[in-house]
């Protein structure tokens, strides 16, 4: 369903009609795993089937289903042209909604980003924390590289106790980064295990220079990554990240950085049958 | 005097050899924003994320009621790797 991500869900009229929504999702390998809110709504929906390749559902302000559909999706049928794609999926949107009647959208909230974030914890009002990792993705064949994958992960107190200022350059394992590395491989890869088997290496931290308010560290390195799918796809990015610390003071005030790398895509027999060339930019929240 | 200039010509070189080294870290940092910035994505490659995304259908329904709107609910089910629409993973 990446490819719907990629193309019909992308498709501007399509974010145009889904404007008056509040948008939300649920994946699971089987209805079974349902959460019993998700579950109460298929049930209401009435969709009888132990899997759902795409089910779409309307509910209006009180929760209520109005309306349900099953798009029949179907990318080979148009060569993997997201416009053609785009433009099917909007037709059977359109029939899913016809007839109803939402309120008007604002300019301003029709501007608004809601990216993926971690909220620190115990203030009043949420507030974007950790670090936000974005993926893009050179063209392939599924069209997922039309939007980018965005992951929120925590920065957690030991990784920003490892990431202090270093006095002098020192080597650190990539298992200090894991839960920011275990994001950084491409949709439509993983085929069913999920995971990475292994993410290897090690990175050369060292002090950077200061300038009148600041002093940084650098942090680079390769990286091995090895995933849990069935042809255990391996690949090594090259990571670079600026550190940066107030003057006065060891611990971690910021993170930005790029991880660039080549992802080999296998056809089930083993062959690999393309490249995708992936570029990660992280960076901590708040800015 | 010739040992005091000695001193004072290797400590001279000492301290251009630092701030050569400090100038090529702080140039390499600037290539790292850089490359950071020529990486992150354009608002206008982000439009998906203009739509009004709620993380979970629980968060979704306090929110519709109380800003008076509809729900749009995405469900896939893969035995071998759902999608997450939201983030984009499989």
């Known amino acids: ?287 | 005097m010739t040992r005091q200039c000695l001193t004072v010509f290797a400590s001279m070189l000492i301290a251009s050899a630092h701030a050569h080294d400090a100038q090529a870290q702080d140039a390499r940092v600037q290539t790292v924003l850089r490359a950071f910035e020529n990486a992150k994505p354009t608002e206008k490659s982000l439009t998906f994320y203009t739509l009004d995304w709620a993380t979970n259908l629980a968060e979704a329904k306090e929110r519709a009621r109380k800003e008076s709107r509809p729900i749009f609910l995405l469900i896939n089910t893969n035995i071998t790797a759902g999608t997450s629409f939201y983030q984009g993973h499989t």
């Open chain 1, 1 to 287: 369903m990446d490819h719907v991500r990629g193309s019909s869900l992308v498709y501007p009229p399509v974010i145009e009609a889904l404007r008056p929504f509040i948008v939300t999702a649920w994946t699971g390998r089987t209805t079974a795993e349902m959460p019993s809110d998700v579950r109460a709504m298929f049930d209401a929906a009435e969709i009888r089937a132990p899997h759902v390749n795409l089910a779409l559902i309307a509910l209006d302000a009180e929760g209520r289903v109005l309306r349900s559909y099953l798009p029949f999706v179907r990318p080979p049928a148009f060569g993997f042209d997201p416009e053609m794609q785009g433009r099917d999926f909007k037709r059977q949107l359109d029939e899913m909604l016809a007839g109803l009647r939402w309120p008007q959208v604002t300019t301003l909230a029709q501007r608004k980003l809601t990216l993926p974030d971690v909220c620190a914890p115990g203030v009043a009002a949420p507030q974007p924390a950790g670090v936000r990792i974005y993926l893009m993705f050179s063209a392939n064949r599924l069209n997922h590289y039309r939007t980018p994958t965005v992951e929120a992960v925590a920065l957690s107190d030991a990784t920003k106790q490892t990431l202090q200022y270093p006095t002098q350059a020192r080597s650190l394992a990539v298992a200090a980064l894991r839960p920011w590395l275990e994001q950084m491989y491409p949709p439509a890869i993983m085929d069913g295990k999920g995971g990475m088997r292994a993410i290897e290496g090690r990175l050369q931290m060292t002090p950077a220079g200061a300038d009148s308010e600041w002093r940084y560290a650098l942090l680079e390195g390769t990286v091995q990554f090895t995933l849990d799918n069935v042809n255990v796809t391996t690949y090594p990015g090259n990571l670079s990240v600026v550190l940066k610390y107030r003057r006065d003071a060891t611990e971690l005030h910021s993170v930005r950085g790029v991880l660039e790398s080549l992802v080999p895509k296998s056809n089930p027999q083993g062959q690999v049958v393309e490249r995708i060339r992936m570029t990660a930019a992280i960076e901590s929240l708040p800015k």
